[in-house]
């Protein structure tokens, strides 16, 4: 409760005309003040005037008064500074630590704020806000999806970030472990990342020239190479080499249990994304320099067209044949590369060296793709919104997962706007 306090306090949605403290004095409000998400007072650098004299200092908002004491705040002198204690219950009077006594105000936040608040932060759907969307302009909608589109390239840049100083500017290397956890396609990210972290650049490298080494570099390190397929010649052989290459580098393979096969059609099991992998990787990975010299989305896409042939051509996994299928990535699972690979990538760039011109190409890139199909997005457009390409739907994945699933609805544009429109409401 002392979140929507915070938030009626921040937001003044209240009746700011006739405002007294619990003593009786005229209370009147020229700044709330700057939220504080740390430790200390709950808003920074507020300006008030009681019975027309001017306080400048902070706010500090609780349910009952008597939490002032309860948290300590009577002996440190951190929350000397406060000017005003804001409570919805007056139940004590509050001291500084020097005995001072501080201003208190009461507030109560409209019944209807309250009980809407409640209904969309407990134990509400997924998309509490679903039956109240019609009350909002559909161009409000749309300027809040696109601040959330730019939400999650910078959410997804600083995961880039880490990687860039992890591997001390290597951009390369960066793109080699970000490709390698968008080749899992969400269930198997996480391993592929682990993969690719575990195996420098700089080892595959020096094999560049052999696809069958890099295949085996690839699944030995995986971890998928420690079981036994004696009938399996193909297998045979690149257990034998990963042993060569384990032992010439040090490697410590992953666990097999680490990728998940449940729910994934056998065309998007490891071993074959592996292989793809392998391609990308075969004759030397300047996979980066690539991505920045090439303008188009057609020439982007050919980038990652790959066609595996031999082995990998009538098999998902090792022993097992499996009928000839078409095996390469279709332009959607190319296009989702393009989305959280390639425009990531050179937003991150772009902010790094100071040019817009890769920052504007890869809003450019989500712009003139087409968006994701998933459940969030399904979601959505139950509830009426519908989306025209990749950078709207990544703005609904952004909020879903960020706001939605978080409850954090006192945060998100669409819920402040109910909410508003709530505390005003008789």
Same mark, same amino acid.
């Given at each position: 409760? /002392? ?13 700011t005309?006739?405002?007294t403290?619990?003593?009786?004095r005229?209370l ?11 430790a ?10 009681? =019975? ?9 908002? !609780? ?17 000397d ?6 409570? /919805?219950?007056? =139940? ?6 020097n ?20 209904r ?13 969307? @019609? ?9 809040w999806?696109? @601040? ?8 997804? @840049?600083?995961?880039i ?6 591997y001390?500017g290597?951009?390369e ?8 956890? &968008?080749?899992?396609?969400?269930? &198997? ?7 690719? *972290? ?17 295949? %085996?570099?690839?699944?030995?390190q ?6 036994? !397929? ?12 990963y ?26 099991f490891?071993h ?5 992998l392998?391609?990308?990787?075969? +004759? ?5 320099? *690539?991505?920045?010299?090439?303008? #188009? ?12 042939? +031999?082995?990998?051509?009538t !098999? ?9 299928s @078409?095996?390469?990535?279709? #332009? ?7 989305? &959280? ?10 902010t ?7 920052? =504007? ?25 519908e989306?025209?390409?990749?950078l ?21 544009r ?8 709530? %505390?005003?409401?008789?």
């Amino acid at each position: 409760m /002392e979140k929507l306090m915070q938030y009626v306090w921040q937001h003044l949605l209240f009746d700011t005309s006739q405002l007294t403290t619990t003593d009786g004095r005229r209370l009147q409000i020229i700044d709330a003040g700057q939220l504080n998400t740390d430790a200390g007072p709950d808003f920074f650098n507020a300006k008030i005037r009681i =019975d027309g004299c001017l306080w400048v200092g902070n706010i500090e908002i !609780h349910r009952l008064a008597s939490d002032w004491k309860r948290h300590g705040h009577h002996a440190d002198k951190a929350y000397d500074s406060v000017i005003l204690h804001v409570v /919805e219950q007056d =139940d004590a009077r509050v001291c500084r630590s020097n005995g001072e006594v501080i201003p208190q105000f009461v507030l109560r936040p409209a019944p209807t704020l309250r009980y809407d608040y409640e209904r969309l932060t407990n134990n509400a759907p997924s998309l509490p806000c679903g039956e109240q969307l @019609s009350e909002i302009d559909a161009f409000f909608v749309t300027d809040w999806l696109a @601040s959330l589109s730019l939400e999650r390239l910078q959410a997804k @840049s600083e995961r880039i970030a880490v990687w860039y100083d992890l591997y001390r500017g290597d951009w390369e290397e960066v793109c080699y472990v970000t490709l390698s956890r &968008n080749m899992g396609f969400g269930i &198997n990210g996480d391993a592929f990342e682990r993969l690719a *972290r575990s195996l420098p650049l700089a080892f595959l490298r020096k094999h560049a020239d052999s696809l069958f080494q890099i295949e %085996a570099f690839l699944l030995g390190q995986a971890g998928l190479l420690e079981e036994e !397929h004696p009938q399996d010649n193909y297998y045979t052989r690149l257990a034998g080499e990963y042993a060569f290459l384990q032992n010439k580098f040090g490697l410590h393979p992953l666990p097999s249990s680490a990728w998940k096969f449940s729910r994934l059609r056998p065309q998007n099991f490891p071993h074959r994304r592996l292989a793809m992998l392998a391609h990308y990787i075969c +004759g030397g990975f300047s996979l980066f320099a *690539r991505l920045c010299e090439t303008p #188009t989305l057609d020439e982007l896409r050919k980038l990652f067209q790959v066609q595996l042939s +031999g082995y990998w051509n009538t !098999h998902y996994t090792f022993d097992n044949v499996s009928p000839v299928s @078409s095996a390469v990535l279709g #332009t959607p699972a190319i296009d989702i590369i393009l989305i &959280n690979t390639v425009a990531p990538l050179l937003y991150s760039y772009g902010t790094y060296v100071g040019d817009d011109r890769y920052i =504007d190409r890869a809003q450019t890139i989500w712009e003139s793709l087409r968006p994701e199909q998933n459940s969030i997005i399904r979601r959505f457009a139950a509830i009426g919104i519908e989306v025209r390409n990749a950078l709207e739907s990544q703005a609904l994945i952004q909020l879903y997962n960020e706001y939605c699933m978080a409850k954090k609805c006192l945060y998100c544009r669409i819920g402040h706007k109910l909410l508003a429109k709530a %505390a005003i409401r008789k």
